[in-house]
């Protein structure tokens, strides 16, 4: 049973285009929403994260928009650069049970130059 | 600070065999967690471990285990290797709710 659900699964996006990544989660105990990014030969680093009293977040290009009520939550990086062309998982955990973080399938984004 | 330290960086194994990873977690984090990432089923929660005792534990068989040290350092076996372990094996710190990973172990197995 995937618990979140990411799309799409890969994506092309042209120099200073907007990157879109959707997340749907189905458990309404989760409480912890954070997103990774992944660079072939590399380990998840942290972009960004969001707790569900809030429904946006921004950090520098990111943007973390979340919709309580639908159970979904999006990743938004405003003009895309190829530096960001790298895997991104989008992930949710219940803060009281631990760290254990249920991760979405992945995204693969390019940005072509 | 130095970041999530994970030896060996690379590890060939034939099926059958066992296998130990080590992590070191960042200083001051007493959290360390272990996930599973291949192609086909994505990033897996193995389990976590805090202060020596594992607090979380997801669906992996008894074949995979861990422990944690008093300095908070941390390893995870695999026992009767099977080809499907075939991964890269990441671990995560944290100190609260955020998790570091670290480079990874990429284990393969023939």
């Known amino acids: 049973q995937q618990q979140v659900k990411q799309s799409p699964q890969s994506l092309i996006v042209q120099k200073g285009g907007i990157s879109i990544i959707n997340c749907a989660y189905e458990?309404?105990?989760?409480?912890?929403f954070p997103w990774y990014q992944q660079f072939p030969g590399k380990g998840p680093a942290l972009l960004i994260a969001?707790?569900?009293?809030?429904s946006e977040k921004k950090e520098g290009r990111f943007t973390i928009s979340f919709n309580k009520s639908a159970k979904q939550f999006s990743l938004h990086i405003m003009d895309s650069q190829p530096g960001d062309s790298a895997t991104y998982f989008c992930a949710a955990s219940r803060i009281q049970a631990g760290t254990a973080l249920i991760f979405g399938k992945g995204t693969t984004l390019s940005v072509s130059s | 600070k130095a970041g999530v330290t994970q030896t060996p960086r690379y590890l060939i194994k034939t099926r059958g065999q066992q296998v130990t990873l080590s992590c070191s977690p960042i200083?001051?984090?007493?959290?360390v967690s272990w996930y599973q990432q291949t192609p086909g089923q994505g990033l897996q929660f193995l389990f976590e471990y805090f202060s020596e005792t594992q607090r979380n534990k997801g669906n992996f068989p008894g074949r995979f285990s861990g422990r944690q040290f008093s300095n908070s350092r941390s390893e995870m076996n695999v026992s009767t290797l099977e080809l499907g372990d075939s991964a890269l094996y990441l671990c995560?710190?944290?100190?609260?709710?955020?998790?570091?990973f670290g480079p990874g172990t990429r284990l393969t197995v023939l």
């Open positions: 969001i707790r569900p009293d809030v």
């Open positions: 200083s001051g984090h007493r959290s």
């Open positions: 458990n309404t105990a989760f409480d912890y």
């Open positions: 995560a710190s944290s100190l609260e709710i955020e998790q570091f």
